[in-house]
Nanobody, 115 residues
């Protein structure tokens, strides 16, 4: 089983920045595909960004140029650097891991962008 724990969420003003972290268990983290998703109240969960085991990132159009996903395999951690935050970025952000055919999810961390 893969355990994922997100941290770093909070309240930030529009235009501000936050960095989310997701710590993963397992000895083969370097082989996992990792991703960040988010879910706003009353809306479906949506893809934010993914990063492959080789470190290749992909982003939703809504966050391109503002968010950066990265991974530190030595720390079993994936990050989401969020800059130029907008109120519409407000959501619970979830980390996930793809391990072969299996998908694992963290508990989520709240990000609120508001004045």
């Amino acid at each position: 089983q893969v355990q994922l724990v997100e941290s770093g969420g909070g309240l930030v003003q529009p235009g501000g920045s936050l960095r989310l972290s997701c710590a993963a268990s397992g000895s083969f983290f370097r082989l996992y595909g990792m991703g960040w998703y988010r879910q706003a109240p009353g809306k479906e969960r949506e893809l934010v960004a993914t990063i492959s085991s080789a470190g290749s990132p992909n982003y939703a159009d809504s966050v391109k140029g503002r968010f950066t996903i990265s991974r530190d395999n030595a720390k079993n951690t994936v990050y989401l650097q969020m800059n130029s935050l907008k109120p519409e970025d407000t959501a619970v952000y979830y980390c996930n891991a793809q391990v072969g055919a299996r998908v694992y999810w963290g508990q989520g961390t709240q990000v609120t962008v508001s004045s």
